[in-house]
């Protein structure tokens, strides 16, 4: 009999699966009397990056039933750790892209620009970071190959755990990353041609265990190349945000980041100016000039025939670049900058905006 262990166990969350243990089968033998417990705990791999915080989770959760605790920690066998993954895809296939699942209810961002410099990454961590804040569920895909910088970005230097053929990214700031930053040592440069940037993609959507998002921010390459192309086949539900800075030539390269998205199916979320001015006493200080922004919502609205808003207008900030060199995201080191504030309420605008439920299930069942 061991009710209470596992009534215990059940409140032990694996911090990479975001599961209970007891769910995951990872609870082996258990022996049980009024004071004492011994727990056999069966981590996925050999020198799995979690091993610690389960460890002692385990013990504070059998503590505060028993006096006396004992817990053995193990590595599950080969049969076992099939049988999770098959447990974790579900019903569905090795190399199954979730996103494309017509009932998926995941909203998928792309967050482009024309060129790089425009600080798109650094707000698409932003984004996603203050997203999970206010409780969504979220991951993040850095999709820029060549310029990969998501990981120094958000402050993850774990690489994924690999469970049989399943990748389990590392989670920061309550974001599941994923990056080719991950398999690259000694900042080495990628040097890859359109097949293996369509291929390293797509494992990045089939071969990940992403779990249940509420939304999927994608980090694309700057300007309209292979990755852009392939990302938009692969996920064709997705929706995109234009990010550009106030000044004129930059707008109108920007204005073709959303406009490739259109022709590979994706809708225009918004647009997004960012290093809009400087703050000071004296009012903003517009270095960069003003109207990019407000001229790229426009020509994308005339081109998509749809209105496309400028969804916000961040301004430059010492204390954002300063949080990004020390690779802690603005909207958790300072959620009071000017930049932060208004990352956060373009985050709550994502969550506002309406989600296409047309042709999906809902899995409710009608009492």
Same mark, same amino acid.
């Given at each position: 009999?061991?009710? /209470? ?13 975001? /599961? ?6 990872? @609870? $082996? ?8 417990? !011994? ?7 050999? *020198?799995?990056?979690?091993?610690? !915080? ?29 049988? =999770? ?43 996603? @970071?203050?997203?999970?804040?206010? $409780?969504?569920?979220? *991951?993040? +895909? ?23 053929? =399943? ?13 080719? #930053? ?14 293996? +940037?369509?291929? %390293? ?11 249940? =998002? ?17 990302? *938009?086949?692969?996920? !064709? ?13 930059? %707008? ?5 980041? #959303?406009?490739? $998205? ?30 990019? $922004?407000?001229?790229?919502? %426009? ?8 209105? @496309? ?31 932060? @504030? ?19 299930? =809902? ?5």
């Amino acid at each position: 009999m061991s009710q /209470r262990a596992l009534a215990a166990l059940a409140g032990v969350i694996d911090p990479e699966l975001r /599961r209970p243990i007891t769910e995951l089968d990872m @609870v $082996g033998p258990i022996q049980e009397t009024e004071d004492s417990v !011994s727990v056999q705990i069966k981590l996925t791999i050999v *020198g799995c990056p979690a091993a610690q !915080s389960i460890e002692r989770d385990v013990n504070e959760a059998l503590a505060a039933v028993f006096k006396n605790v004992e817990v053995e920690m193990s590595t599950m066998t080969n049969d076992e750790r099939k049988a =999770l993954t098959l447990k974790l895809r579900g019903d569905k296939p090795p190399k199954f892209n979730p996103f494309a699942d017509k009932d998926n209810l995941t909203r998928v961002i792309f967050v482009s620009s024309g060129k790089g410099g425009v600080g798109k990454s650094t707000l698409t961590v932003n984004l996603a @970071v203050a997203l999970a804040g206010l $409780g969504q569920k979220v *991951g993040l +895909l850095d999709a820029d190959i060549f310029g990969y910088s998501v990981p120094q970005l958000i402050g993850v230097n774990q690489s994924p755990t690999q469970v049989e053929n =399943l990748m389990l990214p590392p989670i920061a700031h309550d974001v599941k990353v994923i990056s080719i #930053g991950f398999f690259v040592k000694d900042n080495q440069p990628v040097a890859w041609r359109g097949p293996m +940037l369509h291929r %390293a993609v797509e494992q990045f959507l089939t071969d990940v265990f992403w779990g249940d =998002l509420d939304f999927l921010l994608v980090d694309l390459p700057p300007g309209t190349g292979d990755v852009a192309i392939s990302l *938009g086949q692969l996920l !064709s539900k997705a929706k995109t945000l234009v990010v550009t800075t106030p000044q004129h030539t930059a %707008a109108i390269v920007a204005e073709r980041s #959303g406009a490739i $998205g259109l022709q590979t199916g994706q809708e225009i979320l918004g647009v997004i100016e960012n290093m809009s001015y400087l703050p000071s006493e004296n009012g903003p200080i517009e270095i960069f000039g003003s109207g990019g $922004g407000d001229a790229v919502a %426009a020509r994308l609205t005339e081109i998509s025939g749809k209105q @496309v808003q400028l969804m916000g207008k961040i301004p430059i900030s010492q204390d954002l670049r300063i949080s990004a060199d020390n690779q802690l995201p603005i909207v958790v080191s300072d959620p009071a900058d000017p930049a932060a @504030v208004e990352i956060t309420r373009i985050a709550k605008l994502l969550m506002d905006s309406p989600r296409g439920l047309a042709g999906k299930s =809902l899995k409710i069942t009608p009492s």
